[in-house]
């Protein structure tokens, strides 16, 4: 399974890296740091799942969503954020967003969504 971590701070995408390297048959293809670059790299490796950021440059995460949607694409997209403001959680539900996590109090839940979609795909 493809993944890619979208996330502006390098710590933080060390930190999802290394939750997620438990994982057999998890493959993380990408590693960005703002929103176009990931659009991209999705575009690219086509992933079955993206962890985006919601703030990040040049594209925040809720645009990527917004355009991944647009363009049909099949990847899951969990959004995992420091934000996780009931308003925010609205708009990327709505947007299409398939998980929308608080990097505080849900980070360990990335397991869960690793777990869900390998179990998918047996």
Do not use: W
Not at 78 to 89: A, E, F, R, S, V
């Amino acid at each position: 399974m493809k993944v890619i971590i979208a996330d502006d701070s390098r710590l933080m995408r060390e930190r999802i890296r290394e939750a997620i390297s438990i994982f057999r048959g998890v493959e993380i293809v990408s590693e960005t740091e703002n929103g176009l670059q990931t659009l991209e790299e999705i575009k690219k490796h086509n992933p079955c799942l993206a962890i985006i950021d919601i703030r990040m440059p040049d594209m925040n995460g809720i645009e990527v969503l917004k355009k991944i949607r647009e363009l049909k694409m099949k990847v899951k997209v969990c959004i995992l954020t420091n934000y996780p403001y009931p308003q925010y959680k609205k708009r990327c539900i709505e947007a299409g967003a398939d998980y929308f996590l608080s990097k505080t109090e849900d980070f360990e839940d990335i397991k869960i969504v690793i777990t869900d979609m390998l179990r998918e795909t047996e």
